[in-house]
């Protein structure tokens, strides 16, 4: 492993997406996102993705700066096209659009078209900050990574699945996960040479369970190139039959209701769909009710006795905050080949990374 510091890191991927196109905004959003994903610990979701993303720009199935169109305006419901931009600059822009229509109550605001939107987490983040509930259910068109229970061909996405529960003078509840027992993400993160995946998140065609990444991806180069996953398995879905089944209503959701198109044969381009409903309990008069239930609640769900002598009960977003303020302080832990892959994403571009030498730990991967 390495260890690289959030400013440098931050600067390389900049430039990364600059060279390959986008503007100095959009390259800053991008690296921002992605490293924010890493300092929460959802490496998954960080800066091991922009070579995917990388190729999928050279492929043509994202653009840079693209515009995102309206739609359908009726009122507290809209319907986004991405336009197959960068969904981080897609995505923050619909987080915004569901405030204000919001403000006076609730709204539902569908998204299609758009690219990777990244830790959606960051977004149900951003409506908490700013007062509202959020719900947010995703697909990827054209992503087709986890079977179904009972089954083992891929036939769904990872489809995210996020809400966000604002708490006034205190960290918001943030519940983020994919329906598949596993991201894709750590997959790929567990292919670079990071941490090795857990026993039997994958199954193979013939039924049999692993936890081998190269049976998504198939070859170790096309693990490197984050495009083909030419592999024979699937990923499984998370909680059996009830994961599967919440899988298949992200797909329905945003895939179908949006038109970005679900996880099938005929839709090639990954493209992410989202509907989210934003709730503003001030306008409804309920935030005070709300957040004095929510407090007295929240207290007494972690004074439960810990399973483990060592355990702590733990509410969702705590990890994801305790991790961001220690890789703050040490670095970002990358993986040795998933650095190099970095670093080769960087040379391509016409991108020195010697430029980029500020790092710690024990290993430093300029030398």
């Known amino acids: 492993m390495v260890l690289i510091q959030v400013a440098p890191l931050t600067r390389l991927i900049t430039d990364i997406f600059r060279a390959e196109g986008c503007s100095d905004a959009e390259a800053g959003r991008i690296a921002a996102n992605l490293v924010a994903a890493n300092l929460t610990g959802h490496d998954s979701h960080g800066v091991l993705r922009t070579p995917r993303y990388v190729w999928l720009l050279r492929e043509g199935q994202l653009r840079p700066d693209r515009k995102p169109e309206i739609v359908i305006d009726a009122g507290a419901f809209v319907l986004v096209d991405g336009q197959h931009g960068f969904g981080q600059t897609i995505a923050p822009l619909s987080v915004e659009l569901g405030m204000r229509k919001a403000r006076d109550g609730v709204a539902v605001i569908a998204v299609r078209n758009s690219g990777h939107i990244g830790r959606v987490g960051d977004w149900a983040e951003m409506a908490a900050a700013g007062g509202f509930i959020s719900v947010h259910f995703v697909n990827v ?23 966000g529960f604002p708490m006034e003078g205190a960290e918001p509840v943030i519940l983020d996960f994919a329906t598949s027992i596993v991201a894709e993400g750590k997959i790929m993160v567990a292919a670079s040479g990071g941490t090795p995946l857990p026993p039997g998140v994958l199954i193979d065609r013939d039924g049999s369970l692993t936890n081998d990444p190269l049976k998504l991806y198939g070859t170790a180069a096309d693990a490197r190139n984050r495009g083909p996953r030419t592999g024979t398995g699937a990923i499984r879905a998370m909680g059996e039959h009830k994961g599967s089944g919440l899988a298949l209503i992200c797909e329905l959701l945003a895939g179908a209701f949006t038109n970005s198109g679900c996880c099938g044969p005929e839709n090639r381009i990954n493209a992410n769909g989202m509907l989210s409903f934003y709730i503003n309990p001030s306008a409804l008069g309920l935030a005070q009710s709300m957040a004095a239930e929510a407090r007295t609640y929240l207290d007494w769900v972690k004074s439960a006795r810990p399973a483990k002598p060592d355990g702590e009960v733990l509410l969702p977003g705590e990890p994801e905050r305790r991790r961001r303020a220690q890789r703050l302080a040490e670095g970002i832990p990358l993986p040795d080949d998933g650095w190099a892959s970095l670093c080769e994403t960087a040379r391509a571009a016409n991108i020195d990374p010697m430029r980029y030498r500020a790092v710690s730990g024990k290993l430093d991967p300029f030398t």
């Not at 068109?141 to 809400?163: D, E, H, K």
């Open 141 to 163: 068109a054209g992503s087709q990574l986890v079977a179904p229970f009972g089954g083992v061909a891929r036939r769904m996405s990872t489809a995210p699945f996020t809400v």
